[in-house]
């Protein structure tokens, strides 16, 4: 009978499990301690010129402009002027490509979000316009350079050369931006344009003894020498002039081989992954005029090729059908490389439709919406089951800095003044760092390599500029508060143990099913299992979105919860008990919130809990927060501005800070 009663008892319990729990919860936290910050904050209002759209016109200068897109000169009584009496039947003046390139610009133009550039090629780049980085749409160099295109065409088709042109004028973009302002990358979209009017040439091939070649039916092997061996691909030809030779290339080697062309365009995606970029496409544009070849007759036979079929050899009696197919091939697949668009445009009646507004140069522009929201108690840090004083919010517990072995103070941050706050220092012992002796990497006033040097934030990301340099978070002007553009500030993740420099969006440190990210909105540590802290102390999030007329954002939010402390009485304060809790707000563009590294602001509330006799706010709520009280956080860093910027109690002077 006893041990059925038991059994019914046990029964009851599991059964209520839930319920019991949740009211030992609440009867174990003392409510008196417990504040709820609420408030308003909004987005910015977006800027369409924030998002930039690069523009890259790889355009074939070579000498079969004069037939697939006449006209064209040689500026000499050469292949094109041989050819104009025969090809030119439409009576155009001014090649198609240099039509469509102008028409586009006249459409950019007013746009000040699109830039370009243009890199005309044919045995070689030249004239490529600007000679680095990206011009206006309206500069009248850039329309000069694009007007010029049919004056100065030459013998070669070189794509690899093309292609390797374009990569470096995007990654040397790129590294600039990286070093001035790095959170335009996730914002840019940069777009490569591709335009030709025949084959790859020359083609070389390394190994001249293969049994079977590449062919219009599969172009997808390698290539033969396209001037047959033991000439240009495998020697320095003396009778080729120095200016229609390939100044990079190395006879004896590959050229212009699929794997090549791949190769850079493989090379110019994976910067997109590489520097965070918003978006990198390559699309490509054929014109091929079969008409014109074969009017051309025998003059342009070596212009477009003799081809053969393997493993014959056996002669294509077509060699403009098989060059188009050739030429088709290769550009789709440079095209589904690049994400991009392959465009063909044929004979008179097409390419003289030619037209490159189709293609996508779009920005990546949206408004800005709510990346982060959290709340950081600065005056205690998790703890085994509540959260433990931290009177100089240097992320080390007062206990900690009461330790000796240390040498720490409880009321500064950085005890020997060295630009490495003690929470760094303590946690890089085993690199030589020590809390309480100024180091050799950091800030020394009296050393001739930082003389005279202060200790300071430059961006407010809660890391100091010496620390950032060490841990390489530094970039640009040192603006990137997230540094990893996970949502999480670099001091922060610094201040856990984390990398800065790794997204801890999808990482769980401590393996305790709860992302790092999460854990520290919710005032937990992601690097200890502390289930028992976070179902007793863990932040909770109320929150309400609301778009306003000018495209803007404003959430009103509500972050309960939080557990007051009593940290000791210091100089200048009028009694003990002060606790600040910073506001942190990123917001990024909605087409782009999860690898943007955000724009972000912050916010203060000081609050008192000394009990028995003081609370100050008495009830549960502290002064709501409005949007003007979010400032940059740069702006946030310094005991001066936590005094004069924070709503609540000013703890120098025992009032009110700021009303809003």
């Given amino acids: 009978m006893r041990r059925e009663a038991l059994l019914i008892a046990v029964a009851t319990l599991v059964g209520c499990s839930d319920a019991f729990i949740e009211k030992k919860s609440k009867e174990a936290i003392n409510v008196d301690d417990r504040l709820s910050i609420s408030g308003r904050v909004c987005t910015q209002r977006p800027d369409r010129n924030g998002f930039p759209v690069k523009v890259v016109f790889i355009v074939d200068q070579s000498g079969s402009m004069c037939v697939s897109d006449p006209p064209g000169s040689q500026e000499s009584n050469g292949f094109c002027e041989m050819a104009a009496a025969t090809v030119n039947v439409t009576g155009n003046t001014t090649p198609a490509r240099v039509r469509a390139l102008n028409r586009l610009l006249d459409g950019f133009q007013g746009q000040r979000n699109i830039s370009v550039a243009v890199i ?157 970029i918003g978006d990198i496409r390559l699309h490509s544009v054929l014109l091929f005029n079969e008409e014109a070849v074969r009017a051309c007759g025998p003059i342009c036979q070596d212009l477009y090729g003799r081809y053969v079929r393997w493993p014959g050899p056996v002669a294509i009696p077509d060699g403009p059908a098989a060059a188009k197919r050739i030429s088709s091939w290769t550009l789709q697949q440079l095209a589904q490389r690049g994400n991009g668009v392959f465009q063909e445009f044929n004979n008179f009646a097409g390419i003289a439709q030619l037209n490159l507004g189709a293609l996508d140069y779009s920005s990546l522009f949206s408004r800005n919406v709510m990346k982060s929201l959290f709340v950081q108690p600065l005056s205690s840090e998790p703890g085994p089951s509540d959260r433990e004083v931290d009177s100089d919010g240097d992320g080390l517990p007062d206990e900690i800095d009461n330790d000796f072995s240390f040498n720490t103070s409880k009321f500064d941050t950085d005890s020997d003044g060295d630009g490495f706050d003690d929470r760094f220092e303590v946690d890089r012992k085993a690199d030589g760092f020590k809390p309480d002796a100024r180091d050799g990497r950091g800030c020394d006033p009296t050393s001739p390599l930082t003389r005279g040097c202060r200790p300071s934030d430059a961006d407010g990301d809660g890391l100091s500029d010496f620390a950032e340099k060490y841990l390489s978070t530094w970039l640009a002007d040192n603006t990137l ?46 690097t200890r299992r502390d289930l028992e802290f976070r179902e007793k102390n863990g932040l909770q999030y109320a929150l309400k979105q609301t778009v306003q007329g000018d495209d803007s954002v404003c959430y009103d939010f509500t972050v309960s919860n939080l557990q007051l402390v009593t940290p000791p009485i210091r100089a200048g304060f009028s009694r003990q008990g002060f606790n600040l809790f910073k506001v942190w707000f990123g917001e990024a563009p909605e087409a782009g919130v999860a690898t943007d590294y955000g724009t972000w602001k912050a916010a203060c509330v000081w609050a008192q809990y000394d009990p028995p006799s003081v609370r100050v706010p008495a009830g549960p709520e502290a002064t709501p927060l409005v949007n003007a009280n979010f400032v940059v956080p740069r702006d946030l860093v310094e005991p001066a501005h936590y005094d004069s910027r924070c709503v609540g109690t000013n703890p120098s002077r025992g009032q009110s800070g700021p009303v809003p």
């Fill in 120 to 276: 005309p090629f044919e045995t070689n780049i030249k004239g490529a316009f600007p000679s680095a980085g990206f011009a206006r749409p309206d500069d009248m160099q850039l329309r000069t350079r694009v007007n010029a295109l049919q004056t100065e065409l030459g013998k070669g088709t070189d794509y690899q050369g093309a292609l390797a042109a374009a990569y470096a004028r995007i990654a040397g973009d790129i590294d600039l931006t990286q070093r001035t302002s790095p959170n335009m990358l996730p914002r840019t979209r940069y777009v490569v344009v591709f335009l030709t009017d025949g084959v790859p040439y020359p083609r070389c091939a390394a190994n001249d003894n293969l049994t079977q070649y590449a062919d219009d039916l599969n172009p997808d092997l390698v290539w033969q020498d396209s001037l047959g061996a033991g000439t240009f691909c495998n020697e320095i030809d003396a009778d080729i002039p120095p200016a229609d030779r390939i100044t990079t290339f190395v006879p004896g080697t590959d050229r212009n081989q699929n794997y090549q062309l791949f190769s850079y365009v493989d090379q110019l995606m994976e910067l997109r992954d590489q520097y965070n």
């Fill in 481 to 526: 508060i997230d540094a990893d553009a996970d949502g999480i500030p670099n001091g922060i993740e610094v201040r856990y143990g984390l990398d800065p420099l790794v997204p801890q969006r999808d990482l769980d440190t401590d393996g305790d099913k709860v992302p790092d990210t999460e854990e520290i909105r919710l005032g937990s540590h992601p």
